[in-house]
Protein backbone atom coordinates (compact mmCIF):
# COMPACT_ATOMS: atom_id res chain seq x y z
CA UNK A 1 0.00 0.00 0.00
CA UNK A 2 2.66 2.73 0.90
CA UNK A 3 4.65 1.83 -2.42
CA UNK A 4 1.04 2.61 -3.98
CA UNK A 5 0.63 5.68 -2.36
CA UNK A 6 4.15 6.79 -3.63
CA UNK A 7 3.91 6.12 -6.98
CA UNK A 8 0.86 7.80 -7.05
CA UNK A 9 1.96 10.76 -5.59
CA UNK A 10 4.94 11.02 -8.06
CA UNK A 11 2.55 10.21 -10.88
CA UNK A 12 0.40 13.18 -9.58
CA UNK A 13 3.60 15.33 -9.68
CA UNK A 14 4.35 13.98 -13.04
CA UNK A 15 1.22 15.32 -14.49
CA UNK A 16 0.99 18.44 -12.55
CA UNK A 17 4.42 19.78 -13.75
CA UNK A 18 3.66 18.10 -17.67
CA UNK A 19 0.33 19.72 -17.91
CA UNK A 20 1.17 23.65 -16.12
CA UNK A 21 4.50 23.63 -17.91
CA UNK A 22 2.55 22.58 -21.09
CA UNK A 23 -0.48 25.50 -20.28
CA UNK A 24 2.53 27.90 -20.11
CA UNK A 25 3.85 26.99 -23.46
CA UNK A 26 0.70 27.35 -25.39
CA UNK A 27 -0.59 30.43 -23.77
CA UNK A 28 3.10 32.21 -23.79
CA UNK A 29 2.80 31.16 -27.69
CA UNK A 30 -0.48 32.12 -28.61
CA UNK A 31 -0.78 35.19 -27.13
CA UNK A 32 2.44 36.81 -27.41
CA UNK A 33 4.31 35.13 -30.49
CA UNK A 34 1.51 34.56 -32.52
CA UNK A 35 0.54 38.00 -33.19
CA UNK A 36 3.86 39.83 -31.98
CA UNK A 37 7.44 39.30 -32.02
CA UNK A 38 9.63 36.84 -30.03
CA UNK A 39 11.85 38.09 -27.93
CA UNK A 40 14.47 36.07 -26.36
CA UNK A 41 12.80 36.10 -23.14
CA UNK A 42 9.63 34.48 -24.17
CA UNK A 43 12.18 31.86 -26.15
CA UNK A 44 13.83 31.43 -23.15
CA UNK A 45 10.53 30.76 -21.11
CA UNK A 46 9.26 28.61 -24.05
CA UNK A 47 12.74 27.09 -23.72
CA UNK A 48 12.34 26.33 -19.91
CA UNK A 49 8.13 24.86 -20.16
CA UNK A 50 9.51 22.39 -23.13
CA UNK A 51 12.56 21.07 -20.37
CA UNK A 52 9.31 20.89 -17.60
CA UNK A 53 7.15 19.27 -19.88
CA UNK A 54 9.88 16.55 -20.36
CA UNK A 55 10.54 16.05 -16.68
CA UNK A 56 6.92 15.29 -15.93
CA UNK A 57 6.14 13.29 -19.16
CA UNK A 58 9.00 10.98 -17.88
CA UNK A 59 7.37 10.66 -14.78
CA UNK A 60 4.30 10.08 -16.34
CA UNK A 61 5.77 7.10 -17.79
CA UNK A 62 7.64 5.75 -14.92
CA UNK A 63 4.73 5.59 -12.55
CA UNK A 64 2.46 4.94 -15.63
CA UNK A 65 4.27 1.64 -15.88
CA UNK A 66 4.96 1.17 -12.47
CA UNK A 67 1.06 1.21 -12.12
CA UNK A 68 0.60 -1.22 -14.66
CA UNK A 69 3.36 -3.45 -12.51
CA UNK A 70 1.57 -3.42 -9.27
CA UNK A 71 -1.73 -3.79 -10.85
CA UNK A 72 -0.45 -7.54 -12.75
CA UNK A 73 1.22 -8.61 -9.79
CA UNK A 74 -1.33 -7.67 -6.94
CA UNK A 75 -5.09 -6.97 -9.05
CA UNK A 76 -4.71 -8.90 -12.45
CA UNK A 77 -8.26 -7.91 -13.15
CA UNK A 78 -8.00 -4.42 -12.93
CA UNK A 79 -5.63 -4.14 -16.11
CA UNK A 80 -9.12 -5.45 -18.43
CA UNK A 81 -10.49 -1.78 -17.08
CA UNK A 82 -10.26 0.39 -21.13
CA UNK A 83 -9.77 3.36 -19.11
CA UNK A 84 -6.16 2.72 -18.34
CA UNK A 85 -5.19 1.33 -22.13
CA UNK A 86 -6.65 4.36 -23.36
CA UNK A 87 -4.46 6.84 -20.75
CA UNK A 88 -1.43 4.90 -22.19
CA UNK A 89 -2.09 5.40 -25.86
CA UNK A 90 -2.89 9.04 -24.73
CA UNK A 91 0.27 9.30 -23.31
CA UNK A 92 1.98 7.54 -26.01
CA UNK A 93 0.26 10.24 -28.30
CA UNK A 94 1.08 13.19 -26.43
CA UNK A 95 5.11 11.60 -26.19
CA UNK A 96 5.08 11.51 -30.55
CA UNK A 97 3.85 15.18 -30.06
CA UNK A 98 6.80 16.28 -27.86
CA UNK A 99 8.73 15.00 -30.10
CA UNK A 100 7.53 16.51 -33.09
CA UNK A 101 7.21 20.03 -31.20
CA UNK A 102 11.47 19.15 -29.90
CA UNK A 103 12.63 18.45 -33.50
CA UNK A 104 10.26 20.59 -35.42
CA UNK A 105 8.50 23.60 -33.69
CA UNK A 106 10.88 24.97 -31.23
CA UNK A 107 13.76 25.42 -33.93
CA UNK A 108 11.26 27.52 -35.57
CA UNK A 109 11.01 29.42 -32.69
CA UNK A 110 14.38 29.77 -31.88
CA UNK A 111 14.90 30.67 -35.82
CA UNK A 112 12.36 33.28 -35.71
CA UNK A 113 13.66 35.51 -32.27
CA UNK A 114 13.02 38.92 -33.61
CA UNK A 115 9.94 38.21 -35.84
CA UNK A 116 6.39 36.71 -35.52
CA UNK A 117 6.57 32.82 -34.95
CA UNK A 118 5.19 32.11 -38.42
CA UNK A 119 7.08 34.34 -40.50
CA UNK A 120 8.98 31.93 -42.79
CA UNK A 121 6.75 29.08 -42.55
CA UNK A 122 4.77 27.46 -44.78
CA UNK A 123 1.16 26.96 -44.49
CA UNK A 124 1.40 23.19 -43.89
CA UNK A 125 3.98 23.49 -41.53
CA UNK A 126 1.94 25.98 -39.54
CA UNK A 127 -1.24 23.73 -39.75
CA UNK A 128 1.09 21.55 -38.59
CA UNK A 129 2.41 23.21 -35.31
CA UNK A 130 -1.44 24.80 -34.81
CA UNK A 131 -2.14 21.10 -34.65
CA UNK A 132 0.68 20.15 -32.35
CA UNK A 133 0.05 23.15 -29.77
CA UNK A 134 -3.96 21.54 -29.73
CA UNK A 135 -2.99 18.06 -29.28
CA UNK A 136 -0.79 18.75 -26.37
CA UNK A 137 -3.59 20.59 -24.77
CA UNK A 138 -5.93 18.26 -25.25
CA UNK A 139 -3.92 15.28 -24.11
CA UNK A 140 -2.63 16.60 -20.81
CA UNK A 141 -6.29 17.27 -19.93
CA UNK A 142 -7.86 13.82 -20.62
CA UNK A 143 -5.04 11.89 -18.53
CA UNK A 144 -6.33 14.40 -15.63
CA UNK A 145 -10.03 13.73 -16.43
CA UNK A 146 -9.56 9.90 -16.58
CA UNK A 147 -7.56 10.04 -13.65
CA UNK A 148 -9.85 12.31 -11.25
CA UNK A 149 -12.69 9.75 -12.90
CA UNK A 150 -11.37 6.83 -11.19
CA UNK A 151 -14.62 4.62 -10.77
CA UNK A 152 -15.55 5.66 -14.14
CA UNK A 153 -16.81 2.63 -15.58
CA UNK A 154 -18.54 2.25 -19.17
CA UNK A 155 -19.81 -0.74 -18.37
CA UNK A 156 -18.96 -2.18 -21.93
CA UNK A 157 -16.74 -4.67 -23.50
CA UNK A 158 -13.13 -3.97 -23.21
CA UNK A 159 -12.76 -2.95 -27.50
CA UNK A 160 -15.83 -0.98 -26.67
CA UNK A 161 -15.11 0.93 -23.60
CA UNK A 162 -11.43 1.41 -25.05
CA UNK A 163 -12.87 2.60 -28.64
CA UNK A 164 -15.39 4.62 -26.75
CA UNK A 165 -12.90 6.74 -24.67
CA UNK A 166 -10.24 7.17 -27.48
CA UNK A 167 -13.90 8.01 -29.94
CA UNK A 168 -14.49 11.07 -27.26
CA UNK A 169 -10.74 12.11 -27.32
CA UNK A 170 -10.81 12.18 -30.77
CA UNK A 171 -13.33 14.51 -30.93
CA UNK A 172 -11.85 16.62 -28.28
CA UNK A 173 -8.48 17.18 -30.33
CA UNK A 174 -10.25 17.91 -33.73
CA UNK A 175 -12.56 20.64 -31.41
CA UNK A 176 -8.88 22.26 -30.41
CA UNK A 177 -7.36 22.16 -33.66
CA UNK A 178 -10.36 24.01 -35.17
CA UNK A 179 -10.51 26.40 -32.15
CA UNK A 180 -6.15 26.94 -32.93
CA UNK A 181 -7.09 27.11 -36.85
CA UNK A 182 -10.07 29.87 -35.81
CA UNK A 183 -7.66 31.87 -33.08
CA UNK A 184 -5.40 31.85 -35.56
CA UNK A 185 -7.18 33.39 -38.62
CA UNK A 186 -8.89 35.61 -35.76
CA UNK A 187 -5.35 36.94 -35.04
CA UNK A 188 -4.17 37.55 -38.51
CA UNK A 189 -7.63 39.65 -39.37
CA UNK A 190 -7.42 41.50 -36.06
CA UNK A 191 -3.67 42.68 -37.31
CA UNK A 192 -5.16 43.24 -40.65
CA UNK A 193 -7.94 45.77 -39.59
CA UNK A 194 -5.58 47.51 -37.12
CA UNK A 195 -2.88 48.28 -40.11
CA UNK A 196 -5.99 49.42 -42.17
CA UNK A 197 -6.57 51.63 -39.55
CA UNK A 198 -3.66 53.12 -39.35
CA UNK A 199 -3.05 53.89 -42.89
CA UNK A 200 -7.02 55.37 -42.82
CA UNK A 201 -5.36 57.85 -39.67
CA UNK A 202 -2.15 58.68 -41.59
CA UNK A 203 -3.89 59.46 -44.94
CA UNK A 204 -6.32 61.58 -42.84
CA UNK A 205 -3.98 63.26 -41.04
CA UNK A 206 -2.15 64.29 -44.13
CA UNK A 207 -5.33 65.69 -45.65
Not at 25 to 52: E, H, N, P
Not at 82 to 89: F, G, S, Y
Not at 105 to 117: E, H, Y
Request: charged share 15%; hydrophobic share 50%.
Amino acid sequence: MQLTTTVLLFHLMGLTLGAGAAFLLDLVIMRFCVSRRISRGKYQIIKYATRVTVIGLGLLWYTGLMFLWLMAAHDPEALANPKIWAKLTIVGILTLNGLYIHSAVLPVIRRNIGSRIFDGVSKSQKRMMLASGAISTVSWITPMVLGALRDLDLGKPFVEGYLTFMGIYLVAVVCAIMGSFTYHWWTRYSRRLRARKRVRIKYTVSL
